[in-house]
C-alpha cells in the first residue's frame, strides 16, 4: 500500500485557521484543520461533504484514511490522491449533497462483481491503482439538535444517526431542535431553543405543560415570534409510552419538518375524515380541534379558525397569514 503523501509547496496550507486556508485547494490538510473547516462550514450552514479514504492499493499516491472536504460548487479542500481521482470524486461528493445520502465509490480498472451500494468508476491513471472512498454529505437541511439528557433523548440521538440525520451540539448548529429533557431543566433547554436561530423548536411535553413553559417563556423574554416556532407535542399522537416509542414519534416530526413538510399539513382524506367527525386541524400546532367545543375561534378572510388553547390563538393573531397558508395547504377548510 503505498503511504506517499500530496505534494507540497504552493498548494500546502502556510499557517492560520483552516477556513482561512480554504484558497489551499488540493493541498494538505490535518485532520484538525478539516475538522475546524467542518465546524465553521456547519455554522455558517453551507453544504459539504467529508470524503475518506477507506481502501488503497499500490500503486496510488491515496493513503488510508486520508481526507478531504468537497463543498457544493465543486471546490475540494484535502488529499484524497492525485489528479486522476479528483474530478471523480468531486462529481460524487456533488451528486451525495444534492441528495442528501451517504456513498461508497471504488475507482479501479480491477476486473469485480457489480456491487448495489458501491458506485464504480474507471481509474485513469496510467499507474492503475486502485481507492475506495466513503462520501458523508452534510447539510444544514439534514441536522438536528437534540437536548436533554433523558432515556428518550438518547434514543432520539439513536434514531437520527440511524437515519443520517447528523446531529449537533448546540441549537445554533441546526435547523431543528428537539427539547428532550423531560422536566430535567426543561426551561433552560426550552429558552436555549427558542433564542437560537433553529427554524423549529419540537418539544416532548403534552399540550398542557407546553402552555405552563410558554407563560414561563413570556415572563422570561421570549418574544411571539420566537414562541411560534414551538410545537409540542413533538409529534402526532400514537399512544407512545416507552422511552423508545416517545422518541420514535418525536423523530417522525423531525423528519417531517427536515423534508419540508409542517405538522400541521395532513394530507386531504385525512383532513375529510376529521371534518366528517367535526374535527378542525388547528394551523399553529397540527392538533385536531373540536368545532362543537373549541376553545376559541377566530375568523379571517371567510374562515373559521378553531384553537384548542390561548397560546395558539395569541400566535394565530400575530400573523394570520402564515397561518392561513399552512390551513390552505392542509385542505381543511371550514366555512364560516
Known amino acids: ?57 499500490a500503486p496510488t499516491s491515496a493513503y488510508l484514511g486520508a481526507q478531504a472536504i468537497v463543498l457544493a460548487d465543486g471546490t475540494l479542500h484535502g488529499w484524497i ?45 496510467a499507474s492503475n491503482g486502485s481507492i475506495e472512498l466513503f462520501i458523508q454529505p ?73 402552555e405552563k413553559l410558554r407563560a414561563v417563556m413570556r415572563m422570561r423574554g421570549i418574544g411571539e415570534s420566537q414562541l411560534a416556532r414551538l410545537q409540542a407535542p413533538a409529534g402526532p399522537d400514537a399512544g407512545a409510552k416507552t422511552p423508545g416509542e416517545i422518541a420514535l414519534v418525536a ?4 423528519l417531517a419538518l427536515l423534508r419540508g413538510r409542517s405538522q400541521a399539513s395532513v394530507d386531504a382524506t385525512q383532513v375529510q375524515q376529521m371534518e366528517a367527525k367535526g374535527k378542525f386541524i388547528n394551523p399553529v400546532c397540527g392538533m385536531a380541534v373540536s368545532t362543537t367545543n373549541p376553545m376559541h375561534i377566530e375568523q379571517y378572510e371567510g374562515v373559521s379558525y378553531y384553537f384548542c388553547c390561548d397560546g395558539c390563538r395569541t400566535t394565530f393573531q400575530k400573523d394570520p397569514a402564515k397561518y392561513a397558508a399552512i390551513h390552505c395547504a392542509s385542505v381543511g377548510r371550514v366555512p364560516a
Open 138 to 210: 452534510y447539510s444544514d437541511r439534514s441536522a438536528l439538535c437534540v437536548l436533554g439528557s433523558t432515556p428518550a433523548a438518547a434514543e432520539a440521538r439513536f434514531l437520527a444517526e440511524r437515519l443520517r440525520i447528523r446531529l449537533t451540539d448546540t441549537p445554533g448548529e441546526a435547523p431543528v431542535v428537539l427539547v428532550a429533557t423531560q422536566g430535567q431543566g426543561d426551561e433552560e433547554a426550552l429558552e436555549a431553543a427558542l433564542c437560537s436561530p433553529a427554524k423549529h423548536v419540537l418539544m416532548i411535553a403534552s399540550r398542557r405543560k407546553t
Open 81 to 125: 490522491g492525485g489528479g486522476c481521482a479528483k474530478g471523480v470524486v468531486i462529481c460524487a461528493a456533488q451528486g451525495a449533497i444534492e441528495v442528501g445520502e451517504p456513498k461508497l465509490v471504488r475507482i479501479s480498472n480491477d476486473r469485480v462483481y457489480p456491487e448495489e451500494d458501491v458506485e464504480h468508476y474507471a481509474m485513469s491513471c
Open 251 to 254: 423523530i417522525v416530526g423531525v
Open 1 to 57: 500500500m503505498s503511504t506517499a503523501g500530496p505534494p507540497q509547496g504552493a498548494n500546502a496550507p502556510s499557517g492560520g485557521s483552516a477556513a482561512a486556508n480554504a484558497a489551499s485547494v488540493g493541498g494538505s490538510m490535518s485532520n484538525d484543520e478539516l475538522q475546524e473547516m467542518a465546524r465553521e462550514l456547519n455554522r455558517r450552514g453551507e453544504a459539504y461533504a467529508l470524503v475518506t479514504v477507506v481502501r488503497a492499493i
